[in-house]
C-alpha cells in the first residue's frame, strides 16, 4: 500500500514554500476528518454523562452558544475542561510518541521508556505524600504545585538521562538503558512513599499513577494548550528531518540533516509535550504508543504522521475516559486503566502480525 | 561438550579468570552471610555468631542468631540466587540484555493475584500470600509463552518480550483497577509490593524450597543447550538441539525460579537485570559458567542490600527491594557509562 502510494506522488500536485513542501493526499484528508469526528462525538458524548445528563444534541447546542443557564454551567465551567483536558493530553502524547517512534525508528519506543513518566510520578506522589507536612507552603504545593511538580520531575529526570547518556554523542540504545536505571531508582522511592503514606493518601497517590481526569478544570488545560500552540509547529518544521533519520544515521548526514542536533531538537519536543501532559493528567498508559501506530495504519506511509497521531491520541483518550467514567456503575476508574486495558490487546496484535509476516 | 563461546586461545587464562571471580563471588557471599548475622536491631560479636551457629546454648543471643537472623540470612540466599539464576536465564532466551524475570509478568502476576487474595478471600497475612502470588506468576508466565508461541517459529526472543509487556502491562491495569475500588486492599497490598525479606522468615522459605530447587536443577541442566541456542537457533537445531524443548525448559526454570522469589518477597526488582551484567564481565558468554556464578552474584548482592538496609535508617529499616533499586541504579548507570557492555 505504502509503496504504491509512493509511486503515485510523482503526479500529484505539491504544494511548495521555501523548502517545505506538502502533497495532496485525499485519503489523508477523508480519514482526518473522519478522526476530527469521532473526537467531536467522543466529546459530546462524554460532556453529555453524569449525574445530570444531558443529550448530545443539547451539548452540541450550548458549545455552539445556546442552551439553558444551568446546562451552560454544568459544561462550560465542570465538563469541558474535563473533556478538553483529555482530548490535549491525549493529542501531546501521541505526537510524542510519534517523534520517539520515529528517532528510535522502532514502534516500541515512547516516552516512558525515556524516563519522564517516573521522574513525574515520583515528584508528583512525593507533594501529594509529605505536601501536608510542611504548613501554609505544603497546602499551596499540594494543590496549586502538584502539576508544576510533576512538570519539573518530568523535565529534570529527562536532562538528567539524556546528560548521563552523553558520551560524544547520544546513542539511543545507551539512553534506554540509563533511562532503567534511573526509572528504578525513582519507582523505588514512588513504593517507598506509599508505604509511608497514610493509606488515603496512598489512594490519592495511586489515581495520579494511573492517569486520571478526574476533577480537571481550566487550569488543566491551559498549560497543556500552550505547550501544543508552541511545540507541535516546531514538530510539523521538524518533521521533514524525520524522513532522512529513517533511513540511518549516515545517509541522512548524506542528504545535509545536521544529524545530532536535529535529534536533539525532535527529542526536546517530545519531551516538553510528554511532560506538560504527564504533569497535567498523570502518566496514561499506552496512548504514546499505540495513537501513532494506529494513526501510520490508517493514512498509510513509512513513519508515524503528526497530524493525524494527534487527533486518533485525542479521539482514543477521550473515548477511554466515556468507558472508564461508565463501564463500571457507580465507580469511576482513572482513565489510564482502560488505556491500559484497551493497550494490552494491541501489542498482543502486533505479536500476532508479526507471527504472520515470520510465515510469509 | 565443547565450548562454542570461547576464544581457544585465551582458554588458559579464561579460566584462571573464571576460577578467582567466582572464588570472589564466594567469599563475598560468606562475608555478606556473617553480616547479616551479625548486624540488626542488636549487634552480635563475631564470636557470638560463631558460638550461636556452631555450639548453641539456647540462651540470649543465641535465640536472636537461631530464630531470626539464620532464617532471614538463609531465605535472602535463596531468593538472591534464585533471582540471579533467573536473570541470566532470562536474558539468554530472549537474547535481549535489558530482560529480567519481571519481563514474563512474573511480578505483575503475582501482584494481581495476591490482590485477588486480599479483596476477594480476605487473605491477610504473608503466609497466605505466597500461594496466591506462586499461583499467579505461573499463570502469568505460562500465558506469556503460550501467547509467544503463536508465530510459526514457536518462541522467538522479540515475540516473548512484547507477549510478556502486553500481559504484563494488563494485570497491572486489573490490579490498579482492584485496589482502586477497595481501599483496604490498597493497604495491605502496598506492602507487599516492597520486596522485604523481614518477617517473612522461617515457614515462607520451608513453603517455597522445593520449587527453588526444581528450579535451580532444570536451569543449571540447561546451561549446554542455551550455549548451542545463543549461536542462533538454525545452528541450534544443525547440532542437534531442540529449540522448542531448550525454550520451554528455560521457561520452566525461570517460572519456578522467580515465582518462588516473588512469592516469598514480593516483587524485587534489578537483581535479575543486573547480575548477568556483572558476572559476565568475567565469565564471558559462556552459560556453564554464568549460570552458577549469577546464582552467587545474585544471593550476594540480595544479602548485602538486606544488611545495608538494616543498617541505614536506624532504629527502623529499609526494605531490600528500595535499597536494591537505589544502589543498584546508579550503579548500573556508571556500568552503562564506563564501558560497552558484553553483547549477549
Not at chain 2, 573464571?18 to 552480635?44: D, H, M, N, W
Not at chain 2, 536474558?91 to 535481549?96: A, D, I, K
Request: with cysteine; net charge positive.
Amino acid at each position: 500500500m505504502a509503496v504504491l502510494e509512493k509511486q503515485r506522488v510523482p503526479g500529484r500536485p505539491a504544494l511548495r514554500a521555501r523548502g517545505m513542501s506538502l502533497v495532496w493526499r485525499p485519503r489523508y484528508v477523508v480519514v482526518l476528518a473522519i478522526g476530527v469526528a469521532a473526537l467531536v462525538l467522543g466529546m459530546a458524548a462524554n460532556i453529555g454523562r453524569g449525574e445530570y445528563p444531558i443529550s448530545i444534541p443539547d451539548v452540541l447546542a450550548v458549545l455552539m452558544g445556546g442552551g439553558d443557564s444551568g446546562q451552560r454551567f454544568i459544561i462550560l465551567d465542570l465538563r469541558l475542561p474535563r473533556s478538553l483536558t483529555g482530548a490535549l493530553v491525549g493529542g501531546a502524547l501521541a505526537v510524542a510518541g510519534a517523534i520517539t517512534q520515529s528517532i528510535a525508528r522502532n514502534p516500541l519506543a515512547s516516552p516512558d521508556m525515556i524516563g519522564l513518566t517516573a521522574g513525574a510520578s515520583a515528584a508528583a506522589v512525593f507533594v501529594i505524600v509529605l505536601g501536608g507536612g510542611f504548613g501554609l507552603v505544603g497546602g499551596f504545593l499540594a494543590a496549586a504545585g502538584l502539576p508544576m511538580a510533576a512538570l519539573v520531575g518530568g523535565l529534570v529526570t529527562a536532562a538528567l538521562i539524556y546528560g548521563l547518556a552523553w558520551r560524544r554523542g547520544v546513542h539511543g540504545f545507551r539512553l534506554v538503558l540509563v533511562g532503567i536505571g534511573l526509572q528504578a531508582m525513582l519507582l523505588a522511592i514512588v513504593h517507598w512513599l506509599l508505604v509511608v503514606a497514610e493509606v488515603f493518601e496512598a489512594a490519592r497517590a495511586y489515581v495520579w499513577l494511573n492517569g486520571s481526569l478526574n476533577a480537571r478544570g481550566w487550569e488543566h488545560v491551559l498549560p497543556v494548550s500552550v505547550a501544543l500552540v508552541v511545540l507541535l509547529p516546531a514538530a510539523f518544521l521538524l518533521a521533514h528531518v524525520l524522513g532522512a533519520l529513517q533511513y540511518g544515521d549516515d545517509t541522512a548526514r548524506g542528504l545535509g540533516v545536521p544529524v545530532n542536533r536535529a535529534r536533539s531538537l525532535l527529542l526536546l519536543v517530545a519531551v516538553g509535550l510528554a511532560s506538560v501532559a504527564t504533569a497535567s493528567a498523570g502518566p496514561i498508559a499506552f496512548v504514546a504508543l499505540v495513537a501513532p501506530q494506529i494513526a501510520q495504519r490508517l493514512v498509510g506511509g513509512a513513519r508515524p504522521p503528526i497530524g493525524m497521531s494527534l487527533v486518533v491520541g485525542a479521539a482514543l483518550t477521550v473515548i477511554a475516559d466515556v468507558v472508564a467514567r461508565t463501564a463500571f456503575g457507580a465507580t469511576e476508574l482513572p482513565v489510564g486503566i482502560v488505556t491500559a486495558v484497551l493497550g494490552a490487546p494491541y501489542l498482543l496484535y502486533l505479536l500476532a502480525r508479526y507471527g504472520r509476516e515470520a510465515r510469509a | 561438550m565443547t565450548t562454542p563461546a570461547a576464544p581457544a586461545p585465551a582458554v588458559g587464562g579464561l579460566r584462571r579468570r573464571r576460577l578467582a571471580g567466582l572464588a570472589l563471588l564466594a567469599a563475598v557471599l560468606v562475608a555478606a552471610c556473617v553480616a547479616s548475622i551479625a548486624v540488626g536491631a542488636k549487634a552480635i560479636p563475631l564470636d557470638g555468631v560463631w558460638h550461636a551457629v556452631f555450639t548453641p546454648t539456647g540462651l540470649g543471643d543465641d535465640i536472636v542468631v537461631r530464630s531470626l537472623r539464620v532464617p532471614r540470612t538463609l531465605l535472602g540466599v535463596l531468593a538472591g540466587a534464585a533471582l540471579g539464576l533467573a536473570g541470566a536465564l532470562i536474558q539468554g532466551h530472549t537474547r535481549n540484555p535489558l530482560a529480567d524475570p519481571g519481563l514474563l509478568g512474573v511480578n505483575n502476576g503475582a501482584a494481581f493475584f495476591v490482590v485477588i487474595g486480599i479483596y476477594a478471600f480476605g487473605v491477610t497475612n504473608l503466609y497466605g500470600y505466597v500461594w496466591f502470588a506462586f499461583a499467579g506468576a505461573l499463570v502469568a508466565s505460562v500465558a506469556v509463552f503460550v501467547l509467544g508461541s503463536v508465530g510459526r517459529g514457536g518462541p522467538t526472543p522479540v515475540t516473548l518480550a512484547l507477549a510478556g509487556a502486553a500481559v504484563s502491562a494488563l494485570l497491572a491495569a486489573l490490579t490498579s483497577a482492584v485496589i482502586l475500588v477497595d481501599v483496604q486492599t490498597l493497604d495491605a497490598y502496598r506492602f507487599w509490593a516492597v520486596g522485604s525479606l523481614a518477617g517473612r522468615e522461617v515457614e515462607i522459605a520451608g513453603q517455597v524450597q522445593w520449587f527453588l530447587l526444581a528450579g535451580a536443577v532444570i536451569g543449571l541442566a540447561s546451561a549446554p543447550a542455551l550455549n548451542a541456542l545463543s549461536l542462533g537457533d538454525d545452528v541450534a537445531r544443525s547440532l542437534g538441539h531442540s529449540v522448542r524443548r531448550t525454550r520451554t525448559m528455560g521457561i520452566v526454570a525461570i517460572t519456578l525460579l522467580a515465582g518462588s522469589a516473588t512469592a516469598a518477597c514480593g516483587p524485587i526488582a534489578f537483581v535479575g537485570l543486573v547480575v548477568p551484567h556483572i558476572v559476565r564481565s568475567f565469565t564471558g558468554p559462556d552459560y556453564r559458567w554464568l549460570l552458577p556464578a549469577s546464582a552467587l552474584a545474585g544471593a550476594a548482592l540480595l544479602l548485602v542490600a538486606d544488611v545495608i538496609g538494616r543498617v541505614v535508617v536506624r532504629p527502623g529499616e529499609l526494605q531490600v527491594g528500595i535499597v536494591l533499586a537505589l544502589i543498584g541504579g546508579p550503579f548500573f548507570v556508571w556500568l552503562v557509562r564506563r564501558r560497552k557492555m558484553v553483547a549477549i
